[in-house]
């Protein structure tokens, strides 16, 4: 990976220059997004985006591991993190270090990323000490969406606010370079960006986030259910898809496509 921005490169950004994180799933993707940002995060949201399942849990190592190949062939500067799916390291410290281990030999990426704070803190340390850089993820947590009976904002309560101070300590403390700070109040996830020595990266966080990240496909306009009100939608592809299949489907009913420079004659054979 040499030539990439580096994990440790990204640590040293705190309160300096904001961080610019985006989802990268394929190999075009990751082509026309790696000059622009930072860090190309191949996201369990996958699952959901690509793959057409109701959340995160549908994601699987093997998913993960194809999608990261894909977006590692594709990129040449940002760094990249491949997210940890749902089953691959909350049960055991061993099960962490092995799904961690497999994801970096089989992808070659820069780091992977884990849900949770001070309940994942063993695993996070473990794979770090075995020289793995790790991303943490804390506030909502896609991968709970089913103990917590759906996706609830945190920070609201005092309670719960401190609950995610000691998260983004057990996370700094274990030794992750960073952290993503998802679906958190404002005050609160710019308290935590005071609080801590790494960067965090908000996704409905806060502007004072060290850095931020989106769903690509949700920032391009491509999402095709509903987008939550944290996304900005920078382009409208879902559009832009509709403009050109009805287009084509036109062309080819009317028999305006294929047009003769499409064609192959017997005199002359260009592709
Ligand atoms: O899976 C994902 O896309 C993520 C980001 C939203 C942070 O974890
Ligand atoms: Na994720």
Same mark, same amino acid.
């Given at each position: 990976?040499? %030539? ?19 989802? +990268? ?47 590692? !062939? %594709?990129? $040449? ?7 940890? &799916? ?21 992808? *070659? ?26 991303? *943490? ?31 983004? !300590? ?18 609160? +996830? ?8 790494? &960067? ?5 966080? $806060? ?18 259910? !509903?987008? &939550? ?5 920078? +382009? ?36």
């Amino acid at each position: 990976a040499a %030539g990439r921005i580096t994990p440790a490169a990204l640590l040293a950004r705190k309160g300096k220059e904001p961080i610019v994180c985006l989802t +990268a799933y394929t190999y075009p993707i990751a082509r026309l997004l790696d000059p622009h940002v930072d860090l190309l995060l191949v996201g369990d949201s996958v699952a959901m985006v690509l793959h057409g399942h109701p959340n995160t849990l549908g994601a699987t190592m093997d998913m993960m591991v194809a999608h990261g190949q894909a977006v590692m !062939r %594709g990129s $040449s500067r940002a760094c990249v993190v491949v997210d940890m &799916p749902a089953g691959s390291y909350e049960d055991t410290v061993e099960n962490a270090v092995a799904s961690a281990s497999r994801i970096m030999r089989e992808t *070659g990426c820069d780091a992977v990323k884990l849900e949770g704070g001070v309940a994942i803190a063993a695993q996070i340390a473990a794979i770090v000490a075995i020289g793995i850089p790790v991303m *943490g993820h804390i506030g909502l947590l896609p991968q709970s969406v089913e103990k917590e009976g759906g996706y609830k904002i945190k920070g609201r309560s005092e309670a719960n606010a401190e609950a995610l101070y000691a998260d983004a !300590r057990a996370v700094e403390a274990s030794g992750a370079f960073s952290v993503v700070i998802e679906g958190t109040v404002e005050p609160v +996830a710019a308290e935590i960006t005071r609080r801590i020595r790494i &960067p965090t990266v908000g996704i409905g966080a $806060s502007p004072a986030c060290d850095g931020q990240v989106l769903v690509t496909d949700d920032a391009i306009g491509l999402t095709v259910d !509903r987008v &939550p009100k944290f996304v900005k939608e920078y +382009a409208h592809l879902r559009d832009v898809v509709t403009d050109a299949a009805a287009a084509y489907a036109r062309d080819v009913r009317s028999r305006a496509f294929p047009g003769p420079e499409h064609l192959f004659s017997l005199t002359k054979d260009k592709a």
